[in-house]
């Protein structure tokens, strides 16, 4: 159980155009999602917390405008990167809260913006 | 506000051999304390986690971890290594989810 799933796994697109990653919850509900960022050889930082039916939270430092966040219902939470660019290239790892404080991470999107 | 000190960044050891991952932590409160695994492109796998109650806590694939308050640390431990656990190892430390850091992470090579 708690399984969290991403897609795409992979996706190229060019510079300026946008991209959508979406992150689903597929046995349970998740009022809470996060979304986080990781560069290579680094640690995950966290961008943006996505609650169900409101607003997500960014983090400090995090361009609201650029990655759009929608959680539209418990099981879907989806991360839009608008006008990217190649320093938008990471690898993007969403989870949902589950039971007990605990997260289940998605299997991650690897962004590449040539 | 919380932080995350993994001292290591990467650790060989053979395949066999014991293991000990490092973790310490900044928290104003009792933390909730996290490891999780990552293979390469993928995402992270939750190896154990402390709550409260008692300080050794078991987990999968073999592994343990210590929880001491007066040392502020969290290190993983595994008797004996296998080729498979050849991965990245993140410490993580929160009070509720939203609120979880993680440290840099260690690399762990095992030799054959």
């Known amino acids: 159980g708690a399984v969290v799933s991403q897609h795409p796994s992979r996706v190229i697109c060019k510079s300026g155009t946008s991209v959508k990653i979406e992150c689903r919850s597929l046995?349970?509900?998740?009022?809470?999602m996060f979304w986080y960022r990781q560069f290579p050889k680094q640690s995950l930082m966290l961008m943006a917390t996505?609650?169900?039916?409101?607003?997500?939270?960014?983090e400090q430092g995090v361009e609201k405008d650029k990655f759009l966040i929608n959680h539209a219902s418990l099981t879907l939470s989806t991360l839009t990167v608008t006008s990217a660019h190649p320093e938008d290239s990471s690898f993007y790892i969403c989870?949902?809260?589950?039971?007990?404080?605990?997260?289940?991470f998605g299997p991650g999107t690897r962004l590449t913006v040539t | 506000a919380q932080s995350v000190t993994q001292p290591d960044i990467h650790i060989t050891v053979s395949e066999g051999a014991s293991l000990e991952l490092r973790c310490n932590y900044s928290y104003g409160a009792t933390p909730y304390l996290f490891w999780y695994v990552q293979s390469p492109g993928q995402g992270l796998q939750l190896l154990l986690k402390?709550?409260?109650?008692?300080?050794l806590v078991q987990g999968i694939k073999g592994f343990e971890a210590e929880f001491k308050r007066s040392q502020s640390s969290f290190n993983l431990r595994k008797p004996s290594v296998h080729w498979s656990d050849a991965a990245e190892y993140f410490c993580?430390?929160?009070?509720?989810?939203?609120?979880?850091?993680f440290g840099a992470g260690t690399r762990l090579t095992v030799k054959p």
């Open positions: 046995d349970f509900q998740a009022t809470t």
């Open positions: 996505s609650n169900e039916g409101s607003k997500a939270t960014y």
């Open positions: 989870s949902a809260e589950g039971s007990v404080d605990e997260q289940y």
């Open positions: 402390y709550f409260s109650g008692d300080t």
């Open positions: 993580a430390v929160g009070g509720r989810s939203n609120d979880m850091r």
